[in-house]
């Protein structure tokens, strides 16, 4: 079975550029999380989606930072503009639920993303 | 404000010993996991302890939950180069609360 799947694996732009990376999570897991991973650091999450629904996005910037997860399968996080300061490792993992005692969360290899 | 601090944050070893990590917090969670990370992939869980003082074993991995269920040690006998990468834990407060990591280098 097919693990979560992330592209692209590496990007990298010029400041006050967009970027996007998406998220093709487990089948049949309806839970969604997007972390952000800093060198050096663990991962900080951004958002958790239920299914279509974003349940928690308060630690997502949310002037220049947005995600969707339309018919609650894929997912696309975008940055607009990016700054230095996002260079960073983005990863997305998904689980069956979300809840309490976390269910197994599964995470894909992570966007390795560079701002110049 | 670091919720988790994982203690050392760096840690090179010969194959053979032994060696302990270390996870600690003033905040008390409902479960705490250990993952492995290793260079351009995303975190593995390991195990998940849930009952305050509790201990599970994962071949030559074992795990400890503290009784108040605010820190956690993971005890690894007989290191193997292997066992090489981030070794990252994670308390659940809803969401999880991942500590730094301790960057683990066992040489052969």
């Known amino acids: 079975e097919a693990g979560v799947v992330q592209s692209p694996r590496y990007k990298i732009i010029e400041k006050k550029q967009p970027v996007a990376f998406w998220c093709n999570p487990i089948s049949g897991h309806n839970t969604l999380y997007w972390y952000l991973q800093n060198l050096g650091q663990g991962p900080e999450l951004l958002i958790r989606y239920e299914n279509e629904e974003a349940v928690d996005d308060s630690q997502l910037p949310k002037d220049r930072f947005s995600a969707e997860r339309l018919k609650g399968v894929d997912s696309t996080l975008k940055i607009q503009p990016a700054e230095l300061g996002d260079s960073a490792v983005y990863l997305c993992a998904s689980s069956l639920e979300g809840g309490e005692l976390s269910d197994t969360q599964y995470f894909g290899p992570g966007t390795r993303l560079t701002v110049l | 404000t670091q919720l988790l601090e994982q203690s050392p944050q760096f840690l090179s070893i010969q194959e053979g010993e032994n060696l302990t990590v270390y996870c600690n917090s003033s905040s008390v969670f409902s479960s705490l996991q250990w993952y492995r990370q290793e260079p351009g992939e995303g975190p593995v869980l390991l195990v998940t302890?849930?009952?305050?003082?509790e201990v599970k074993k994962l071949k030559r991995l074992t795990f400890q939950f503290g009784d108040a269920r605010k820190d956690s040690s993971l005890h690894i006998t007989a290191a193997q180069p292997g066992d090489t990468g981030l070794y990252l834990c994670a308390g659940s407060q809803g969401n999880l609360i991942f500590g730094k990591g301790t960057k683990l280098s066992v040489k052969p």
């Open positions: 302890v849930v009952t305050g003082g």
